[in-house]
Structures are given as structure tokens and as C-alpha cells.
């Protein structure tokens, strides 16, 4: 079962680069280089949240007596809050630019397709405990 879950990541994180690309050949220059500069900060600043999240599991994990199954309910409870928080914010991002609606259309597909592939993946490691 978790071979199932690695594959379905894999396969997800592909294809969702793939759909991503697609969506990226449909803008214009000008549009290309508004995404690239409004999403900069972005691009810098949004993995601090989630290493500061892997940290804190990590270091409860391995330095604590906490329940162990109380820990990964809460880590991939807030890991999930983090995906739809980022989610909403490049939405919202997206629409600030003006970037054309089969753009936006194309980039929450990809964005759905990847949250399925981790979905099943901690379904499928999480499936056998």
C-alpha cells in the first residue's frame, strides 16, 4: 500500500507540472513577467512556515513522549491547513495580476492534481499503521 501512495505522488507532482506548463504557454510575455515578479516574495518566503512545521514535528517526535498518533493527526491536520492557506493566497495572487482566467483554471487544476497525489500518499502510509 505505501508503494501505491509513493507512485501516486510521484505521478501527481509530474502531471501537475505538466498541466502547470501548459498553463504557462498560454500567457503573453507581458503576462509571464508580471507572474514571475508578483510572485517573488512569494516564491522566498512561503517554505519558513512549513520547515519551521517539519521542525517542530520532527523535534516532538523524536525528543518527546507525546502520543505519537495525537502528533500526526495535528501535523498533517495543520500540513493541510498550510496547502489550502498557500492555495487561497496564490488565488488570490493570480487575480491581483490579472492573469488571464484559462491561466487561473489551468493552475488550480494543477494545484488539485498535486493535493490528490499527497492526499493518497498519507492515506496510503498512514492506511497500514
Same mark, same amino acid.
Given at each position: +500500500? /505505501? +508503494?501505491?501512495?509513493?507512485?501516486?505522488?510521484?505521478?501527481?507532482?509530474?502531471?501537475?507540472?505538466?498541466?502547470?506548463?501548459?498553463?504557462? =504557454?498560454? !500567457?503573453?510575455? $507581458?503576462?509571464?513577467?508580471?507572474?514571475?515578479?508578483?510572485?517573488?516574495?512569494?516564491? @522566498?518566503? @512561503?517554505?519558513? *512556515?512549513? !520547515?519551521?512545521?517539519?521542525?517542530?514535528?520532527?523535534?516532538?517526535?523524536? #525528543?518527546?513522549?507525546?502520543?505519537?498518533?495525537?502528533?500526526?493527526?495535528?501535523?498533517?491536520?495543520?500540513?493541510?491547513?498550510? %496547502?489550502? %492557506? =498557500?492555495?487561497?493566497?496564490? /488565488?488570490?495572487?493570480?487575480? #491581483?495580476?490579472? +492573469? *488571464?482566467?484559462?491561466? =487561473? =483554471? +489551468?493552475?488550480?487544476?494543477? #494545484? %488539485?492534481?498535486?493535493?490528490?497525489?499527497?492526499?493518497?500518499?498519507?492515506?496510503? %502510509?498512514?492506511? $497500514?499503521?
Amino acid at each position: +500500500m /505505501q +508503494m501505491s501512495g509513493f507512485v501516486a505522488l510521484l505521478a501527481a507532482i509530474v502531471a501537475s507540472r505538466m498541466i502547470n506548463e501548459r498553463g504557462y =504557454r498560454l !500567457l503573453d510575455s $507581458d503576462a509571464k513577467l508580471r507572474l514571475m515578479d508578483g510572485f517573488s516574495k512569494t516564491r @522566498s518566503y @512561503s517554505m519558513i *512556515p512549513l !520547515l519551521i512545521l517539519i521542525a517542530a514535528y520532527w523535534y516532538l517526535i523524536t #525528543q518527546t513522549s507525546l502520543d505519537k498518533q495525537l502528533l500526526n493527526i495535528g501535523y498533517f491536520g495543520l500540513l493541510i491547513v498550510y %496547502v489550502v %492557506v =498557500r492555495s487561497i493566497l496564490n /488565488q488570490t495572487k493570480l487575480t #491581483q495580476l490579472a +492573469m *488571464p482566467a484559462d491561466y =487561473r =483554471r +489551468m493552475f488550480s487544476i494543477g #494545484q %488539485v492534481v498535486s493535493f490528490l497525489g499527497i492526499a493518497w500518499f498519507f492515506f496510503a %502510509v498512514f492506511h $497500514d499503521m
